[in-house]
Nanobody, 129 residues
Framework: VQLVESGGGLVQAGGSLSVSCAAS????????MGWFRQAPGKEREFVAA????????YYADSVKGRFTISRDNAKNTVYLQMNSLKPEDTAVYYC???????????????????????WGQGTQVTVSS
């Protein structure tokens, strides 16, 4: 499984940005997908997750109401739309996927980094004040 993020950049506080993640897998809908972020000097933290069908979504409290995760299973892509961005949202954003078995037979979502087997290289999001 290969995951490639794109779409990061620099935005002013209050602005919006969208990042996407393209997956190289045979059946994308077999995988739960998640977004994490890591700011300098901090641990990687959960941002959002989406179930295999896209029918269920989950968010960290810090982004709830501002960020939206979605997926297009026909395009093997998961998205993160970020609105009302704050300087504290500045981080490298990573998409991730659990193993196929965990995705198929486990929970609809997972909040911890160790529960994910595959990671993208990350994309930088910087929010200026």
């Amino acid at each position: 499984v290969q995951l490639v993020e794109s779409g990061g950049g620099l935005v002013q506080a209050g602005g919006s940005l969208s990042v996407s993640c393209a997956a190289s897998v045979r059946i994308f809908s077999d995988y739960v997908m998640g977004w994490f972020r890591q700011a300098p000097g901090k641990e990687r933290e959960f941002v959002a997750a989406i179930s295999r069908s896209g029918g269920s979504t989950y968010y960290a409290d810090s982004v709830k109401g501002r960020f939206t995760i979605s997926r297009d299973n026909a395009k093997n892509t998961v998205y993160l739309q970020m609105n009302s961005l704050k300087p504290e949202d500045t981080a490298v954003y990573y998409c991730a996927a659990p193993s196929r078995l965990r995705s198929l037979y486990g929970s609809r979502w997972y909040p911890e980094p160790y529960q994910y087997a595959y990671w993208g290289q990350g994309t930088q999001v910087t929010v200026s004040s």
